[in-house]
């Protein structure tokens, strides 16, 4: 039972490059979302996708792209990392998008140098 | 503008003391509040809370809402260790988006 697993876990990259991360759930939900943690701020939003060829912005959706070609696939794009984009981002889906059915993985941290 | 705010933002008891934190929201399209607890990595599911005044209540924890003055409070009695942790209140609006709170770090020492 994988659950959702996101990639890298850990990423050092430099100002300007494009980094990825990668996310994957093997439960089938419709429901999938990126979030991204920093002190101070608990979680944020950053782009949801309702289903799959479906996607809609967050809080804080600047700097990234997102697509869902797949529906047990959610990759996140940093098009050109900044220093204020280091954060540790957490993938979630869910089936109903209720609260309580929420499931998040285990969380990327990324440092942009 | 959605807000959540907890309070304390930090919290250092000792073991099989009390805790309350405490969660106050401005959210348009309330749908429930829920609490999370986090320790180093993924927040796991507490809570849901839809209506007020009804008490939820797991082991040790327990949780209110109150959906007139907009606050939820969460109660842990008889603390532990191990319930130290960062806890997350977060609220659920329409459109399936969670709105977060900054959440308490709870520390509980021997």
């Known amino acids: 039972d994988a659950g959702i697993t996101q990639s890298p876990r850990y990423k050092i990259t430099e100002t300007g490059r494009q980094v990825t991360l990668m996310c994957h759930q093997t439960?089938?939900?419709?429901?999938m979302f990126w979030y991204r943690q920093d002190l101070g701020h608990g979680l944020r939003l950053i782009y949801y996708s309702a289903a799959a060829d479906i996607t809609d912005k967050g809080e804080v959706p600047d700097g990234y792209v997102v697509s869902r070609s797949k529906t047990e696939n959610f990759p996140l794009t940093l098009e050109s990392a900044t220093r204020s984009q280091t954060s540790v981002y957490f993938c979630?889906?869910?089936?109903?998008?209720?609260?309580?059915?929420?499931?998040f993985g285990e969380g990327s941290w990324l440092t942009v140098v | 503008e959605d807000k959540v705010v907890q309070s304390p933002l930090s919290l250092v008891v000792h073991e099989g003391d009390t805790v309350t934190l405490n969660c106050s929201y401005e959210?348009?399209?309330?749908?429930?509040l829920l609490w999370y607890k986090q320790e180093k990595k993924a927040p796991t599911f507490l809570f849901m809370l839809?209506?007020?005044?009804i008490e939820k209540k797991s082991g040790r924890l327990s949780s209110i809402l109150d959906k007139k003055e907009l606050f939820s409070i969460l109660n842990i009695t008889a603390t532990q260790t191990g319930d130290s942790a960062i806890y997350l209140c977060a609220v659920l609006k329409g459109a399936q988006k969670l709105v977060f709170g900054q959440g308490t770090r709870l520390t509980i020492n021997p």
């Open positions: 839809t209506s007020s005044g």
């Open positions: 979630a889906s869910s089936e109903s998008g209720t609260g309580n059915t929420i499931y």
């Open positions: 439960w089938s939900h419709s429901y």
């Open positions: 959210v348009t399209n309330f749908r429930s």
